[in-house]
């Protein structure tokens, strides 16, 4: 599913930063429309895992601080732990350099990984 370009807003916070909008505007989404989303444990650094987002999913993370993904599989949106009970508690949200992936500071709850491990790195070491 191809999710359409996000309108740009001109509005800016009072202390001159980019607004999560304006962020969000500026994203560079692949043709699908997505950007790779890598969750981080907050206090630790630990990498977490990988989804993958459209802007409505951002969007979304912001508003509730709950780490909400685009399902490419299902074709849908998800809350991390709806359904697991392995919640991300987003602390911060970030965008890189290159405006093409997002990285979220988490608390996580449980399991990152479907599998059941903490990360969906772990016992995955190849060199």
Wanted: proline fraction near 2%; include cysteine; hydrophobic fraction near 35%.
């Amino acid at each position: 599913m191809a999710v359409p370009s996000p309108e740009r807003s001109e509005s800016v916070d009072v202390e001159g930063r980019q607004t999560s909008e304006d962020a969000i505007a500026d994203l560079a989404f692949n043709a699908e429309g997505l950007v790779p989303a890598i969750a981080q444990q907050h206090d630790t650094g630990e990498v977490l895992m990988l989804a993958w987002m459209d802007a409505e999913a951002l969007r979304r993370t912001i508003a509730t601080r709950k780490a909400t993904y685009w399902s490419r599989s299902r074709g849908e949106y998800w809350v991390k732990g709806e359904t697991s009970g392995h919640h991300q508690a987003v602390k911060s949200v970030s965008i890189d350099c290159d405006g093409d992936t997002v990285l979220l500071q988490v608390e996580q709850t449980g399991a990152a990984c479907h599998t059941g491990t903490r990360t969906c790195f772990t016992g995955r070491q190849i060199a």
